[in-house]
């Protein structure tokens, strides 16, 4: 895609602004397909057929644990008129999102705190506990009016204490399978219903009885799937999957260009009969997880809401399985390792794909944005999406740190990184001296590393000054641009 078009048009079936969503804007009428999950009600495109809504728009923030933009278009390509569907045909895409912070506890964090890692302080999952009682997207929200809900895998802190902010705080407590919930009052008990099914419930009671307070809705719904080792519900177990093409790095020929600890580390590549297995199970997990946005998105749509609805869907981050050989593993910057991130909702074109440069740090301004209340920009390191896909400068002209981690039972395979990411180019310098640089206009899958590159000297030399800055950098700082040759 060229660089200078944000977006294109969707290939949405259903759902795009197109004959069907005109008719039904003409006829005034509502149209509902099988199932009861609306069609063609365009949160941007029909808002104006209806009278204003009663309340600040409802947000619901759907963020799964090590998702693949991959596994998301599978999803929603298995289930037409399902949850994943919705959103993306109602919605944008961002091709160009990544996690500043691409691990578990780090990634929520930022999400929770619009802050690079470097500024909240959570850098690993070893190290997950950081003061949240202050500056956080719950306690903004809670004093912009809404009633705000959490339900899932929190992982961060302690989740039997709720965190400042949270009108409803039901976590799962534990991981993996075999799970505990923390009811409302602060007991622990363990349902009998699969975990995705059960958090579906209690996020439809929590939007119930936010709706009932008389309160816009701010629900965060956090399951677990797809982590690694998570089942599928028994009714999904065997469930065919049509499983999507491949990134061009899966399995990746020639490696020598990468930096030797990773060439030590996966020397050898797994075929693709080994790895078919693991990515159906996955996706399989995923299927419960968009049966729970499809109820939701039914009963906003019973309740005269769904328009009135914002969407946000991504994950903590994204997941390896096989690209660049690399096998099972998270934390790496490579962009086959990032999250996807679709929105839907108030202030958002229907049925498109942006270029812009989107990342984590831009979620929680971009809700707060939706939900009308002061952005307390000095305290965020982000954008608000509605402005990044809008104006050209801010969807290009961005450069922001990226840290690379370490965990204990890794450390002797990997060192940490610290880099920095524009649209067009990253650069990775790793504690050993090791780095990277890849032109990402020319080869979005990081097949060339071109560090050592003579044709790219300069770049390397500009990128490797800019990194301090983008590391260093705080509020206003993250949110200005990189000079125009490396955009």
């Known amino acids: 895609m060229e660089r200078g078009s944000h977006w294109r048009a969707g290939e949405g079936r259903l759902y795009s602004f197109g004959v069907k969503v005109r008719n039904a804007l003409l006829a005034g009428l509502i149209l509902v397909v099988a199932g009861g999950v609306p069609s063609g009600l365009a949160p941007g495109g ?10 600040k728009p409802n947000i619901i923030f759907v ?32 091709s160009k999102y990544i996690s500043t912070d691409n691990l578990c506890c780090p990634g929520r964090t930022t999400a929770l705190t619009g802050k690079t890692s470097y500024n909240h302080g959570v850098q690993t999952n ?3 506990h950081t003061d949240l ?100 519900a ?6 065919p999957i049509k499983l999507g093409k491949r990134d061009a790095s899966f399995n990746e020929a020639d490696i020598s260009d990468k930096p030797v600890w990773l060439r030590k580390w996966f020397p050898k590549t797994k075929p693709a009969s080994y ?16 049966d729970a946005l499809k109820r939701l998105i039914s009963e906003l749509h019973a309740s005269g809401e769904l328009t009135n609805t914002l969407f946000v869907l991504s994950a903590d981050n994204g997941f390896l399985l096989g690209e660049h050989r690399v096998r099972s593993r998270k934390r790496l910057a490579y962009e086959a390792a990032q999250p996807g991130l679709w929105l ?6 229907v049925g498109v794909v942006s270029n812009a440069f989107a990342t984590n740090l831009d979620l929680l301004p971009t809700m707060l944005k939706t939900a009308g209340g002061t952005i307390p920009w000095p305290k965020l390191d982000g954008r608000a999406l509605q402005d990044v896909i809008r104006a050209r400068k801010h969807g290009h002209d961005r450069f922001l740190p990226i840290h690379v981690p370490i965990e204990t039972a890794d450390a002797k395979y990997q ?9 067009r180019y990253k650069y990775i310098k790793y504690a050993d001296g090791s780095q990277e640089l890849y032109d990402l206009l020319h080869d979005p899958h990081e097949l060339t590393n071109v560090v050592n590159d003579a044709r790219y000297r300069s770049v390397a030399a500009a990128m490797r000054s800019l990194q301090p800055k983008a590391r260093a950098c705080k509020a206003d700082r993250c949110r200005v641009s990189a000079p125009s040759a490396l955009q």
């Open 46 to 55: 029909l808002r104006s057929a209806h009278a204003a809504p009663a309340h």
């Open 63 to 94: 963020l799964t644990d090590d998702m693949r933009p991959d596994e998301m278009t599978m999803t929603a390509n298995m289930r037409p008129n399902g949850g994943f569907d919705w959103i993306r045909d109602h919605g944008v895409q961002f």
């Open 126 to 128: 070893e190290n997950r």
């Open 133 to 232: 009682q202050k500056d956080s997207l719950p306690i903004y929200l809670s004093n912009a009016g809404y009633c705000t809900a959490f339900t899932g895998k929190y992982h961060i802190n302690n989740p039997r204490v709720r965190p400042a902010g949270w009108t409803y705080w039901e976590p799962t407590v534990g991981e993996g399978n075999g799970y505990a919930m923390l009811r409302r009052n602060g007991t622990v008990f363990h349902p009998d219903v699969y975990q995705t099914d059960y958090l579906a419930d209690v996020a439809s009671h929590q939007l119930a009885d936010c709706r009932a307070a008389g309160s816009p809705a701010a629900l965060a719904f956090w399951p677990a799937a797809p982590h690694q080792g998570f089942e599928p």
């Open 234 to 239: 028994k009714k999904y177990a065997k469930t």
């Open 275 to 290: 790895w078919d297995p693991i990515r159906a199970t996955r996706v399989r997990t995923l299927l419960s997880v968009d």
């Open 344 to 349: 839907a909702g108030p202030g958002f074109p």
């Open 415 to 423: 060192p940490t990184g610290n880099g920095v990411r524009t649209w």
